[in-house]
């Protein structure tokens, strides 16, 4: 069965403190995905990560991938107000076209 | 530039009435996907066109679902005879189908109450 599993799935913090989500997944991948979503909005991505070892980042978020653990982690440098939303990962499997999604993070960052 | 459009963004329908939701995709986009999402939870994945082809219905939950994509483009997602457990967002996607990243880029959902 193909599975995601992120940690925490619910996250409070502090204005200007750091912090990272976790993914793990199930099975080979291709593809590892974080995609941001508001209450009541649909998902926006932030990145695709193809490849063991990519990083990338934009603005406060950075995503990596080790994909020999297959993990993938999404790191929050001095948290804001305007990062608060639900964070999902997903992968794309080596033998299927659609996305499997985790449950999501749920960040709150407090003043 | 346009993005994935799903029409309505809202719908109550009583326990087993038949409901249809569409969905126009970026065009040039070849592949489609639908998605579940319970509340609190991530989305789930239900079937996938290329182009009017559907590949992969396997995430379809029970018969009472059914989508078309008749020509290449607009798909429509009919739930028959409604059930209150169908109660969710209904999340369409589209990609490109060769190359690159294939990002999905999704549509604002369908919020279906089924009272």
């Known amino acids: 069965e193909l599975k995601v599993e992120q940690n925490p799935l619910f996250l409070s913090m502090q204005e200007g403190k750091n912090y990272t989500i976790y993914c793990n997944y199930s099975t080979t991948s291709d593809r590892l995905y974080w995609y941001r979503q508001d209450p009541g909005k649909s998902l926006e991505s932030l990145f695709v990560l193809l490849s063991n070892g990519a990083v990338k980042q934009e603005g406060r978020l950075m995503a990596s991938l080790d994909t020999k653990a297959r993990l993938s982690t999404l790191h929050i440098t001095a948290a804001v107000h305007d990062l608060s939303a639900t964070y999902f990962c997903?992968?794309?499997?080596?033998?299927?076209?659609?996305?499997?999604f985790g449950s999501g993070t749920q960040l709150t960052v407090l003043p | 530039g346009a993005g994935v459009s799903q029409s309505p963004r809202y719908k109550v329908a009583k326990r087993g009435q038949d409901v249809a939701l569409r969905c126009d995709p970026i065009?040039?986009?070849?592949?489609l996907f639908w998605y579940q999402q319970a509340l609190g939870q991530g989305p789930e994945f239900l079937t996938y066109f290329q182009n009017e082809a559907q590949l992969d219905k396997s995430g379809l939950p029970s018969d009472r679902f059914f989508a078309e994509r008749p020509e290449g483009s607009v798909s429509t997602l009919k739930i028959q005879r409604t059930q209150q457990e169908d109660s969710a967002v209904y999340l369409c996607?589209?990609?490109?189908?060769?190359?690159?990243?294939?990002?999905?880029?999704f549509g604002p959902g369908t919020r279906l109450t089924v009272t």
């Open positions: 996607a589209s990609s490109l189908t060769s190359g690159g990243t294939y990002e999905q880029y």
């Open positions: 065009s040039g986009h070849v592949s």
């Open positions: 997903a992968y794309r499997s080596s033998s299927a076209r659609q996305l499997t």
